[in-house]
């Protein structure tokens, strides 16, 4: 497995909860690292991401309430997110942009439930 998204779970509308994301030391040439999440019929959607630079981009809807940091001592990202709302109801996944081919890896995706 070369992500593992792990976190996920049932949480009361305006509760927090971290969702983390392992990658295998295996992986090489990563550029950039980020979120998605998709609900059933929907496309998946950006939710936040590191790009070049370090830079991070999020979406409007997530911004102020969800934070993308990342431990690269222990090969992790994160995606601290407050104020849930039912809105955010999805599975989350993980994703690193790699500069060879593949040139990128998903991880399994973990359910977030936000219950009103």
């Known amino acids: 497995v070369q992500l593992q998204a792990s976190g996920g779970g049932l949480v009361q509308a305006g509760e927090p909860l971290r969702l983390s994301c392992v990658f295998s030391?295996?992986?090489?040439?990563?550029?950039?690292m980020g979120w998605y999440r998709q609900v059933p019929g929907k496309e998946r959607d950006l939710v936040a991401q590191?790009?070049?630079?370090?830079?991070?981009v999020y979406a409007n809807s997530v911004k102020g309430r969800f934070t993308i940091s990342r431990d690269n001592t222990k090969n992790t990202m994160y995606l601290q997110m407050s104020s849930l709302e039912p809105e955010d109801t999805a599975v989350y996944y993980c994703?690193?942009?790699?500069?060879?081919?593949?040139?990128?890896?998903w991880g399994q995706g973990t359910l977030v439930t936000v219950s009103s």
């Open positions: 030391t295996n992986i090489s040439g990563i550029w950039a």
């Open positions: 590191f790009t070049t630079g370090d830079r991070t």
């Open positions: 994703r690193v942009f790699v500069m060879k081919q593949p040139f990128e890896y």
